[in-house]
């Protein structure tokens, strides 16, 4: 039920229920009062909307801390972007979600960059034959990164469970940890993480957000409506983490 709350548009229809209630009951002046969250709403179902909500969690994202600039030598933790489709096994690549391959890609030209380094790949899913986790393990052996490296974490199914995951994987002695996500996801694993005592480098990918332009940016549209559920669930869950 709570999903219909993050929606624009499930919020808006209940808006609308209750102004012709409201009309009904109390009249016109009373029914007034949906007014201003309904509009607020039918922004949100806009690119002009759903973009500045997109853009509060997106950026300027002040996750660098110096040890971004060292040489590379803290872990790097991937958290896995879900299936399209239950996987049939640990092969089937082509379950894997773009979100989930964009991420793989940063990983693979960071591991490039530091070879040595550990990685952990974090996401327990699992919806048929194989975990996240291991769906991408297996594609990024494919890639070159030699299976000794890689902790695979398979019992996470949350941002949070992911935290409390590495952090049982590398113990006690591990302090910092490059992160890499979605940029939209990142404040909430930022938060996370550091609530289990890693510093975080931030290492945000598959920014979504668009820029101002045309009269279309006015006008609402689907991918705009998905695009502010997506934020405003994040939203939720680092307030709930926030309160944790």
């Known amino acids: 039920m709570l999903h219909v709350f993050l929606s624009p548009l499930g919020l808006g229809l209940i808006l609308l229920g209750a102004n012709a209630l409201l009309r009904r009951l109390r009249g016109t002046r009373a029914a007034r009062l949906t007014w201003p969250p309904l509009l607020l709403c039918v922004l949100l ?83 048929g034959g194989a975990h996240e986790s291991q769906l991408v393990a297996r594609m990024a052996q494919r890639l070159g990164v030699r299976e000794e490296q890689m902790i695979l974490d398979t019992r996470s199914d949350s941002t949070w469970d992911n935290a409390v995951e590495t952090r049982r994987l590398l113990g006690a002695q591990a302090s910092a940890v490059t992160l890499v996500t979605s940029a939209m996801h990142m404040p909430r694993a930022v938060l996370a993480f550091e609530r289990q005592g890693f510093k975080v480098c931030a290492a945000p990918v598959d920014s979504v957000y668009v820029p101002p332009g045309g009269l279309g940016y006015a006008l609402p549209q689907t991918s705009s409506l998905r695009k502010s559920e997506a934020a405003l669930h994040e939203w939720l869950g680092w307030l709930s983490y926030r309160l944790r």
Do not use: K
Request: with cysteine.
């Open 45 to 127: 179902m806009t690119p002009a909307g759903a973009n500045l909500l997109v853009r509060s969690l997106e950026g300027p994202q002040p996750y660098q801390p110096p040890l971004c600039a060292s040489d590379g030598s803290q872990p790097l933790v991937l958290l896995t972007g879900g299936l399209d489709r239950p996987a049939r096994d640990d092969q089937d690549f082509a379950a894997l979600s773009p979100a989930s391959l964009r991420r793989l890609f940063e990983l693979y030209d960071r591991q490039l960059m530091t070879p040595e380094r550990r990685l952990v790949i974090a996401g327990g899913g699992n919806t």
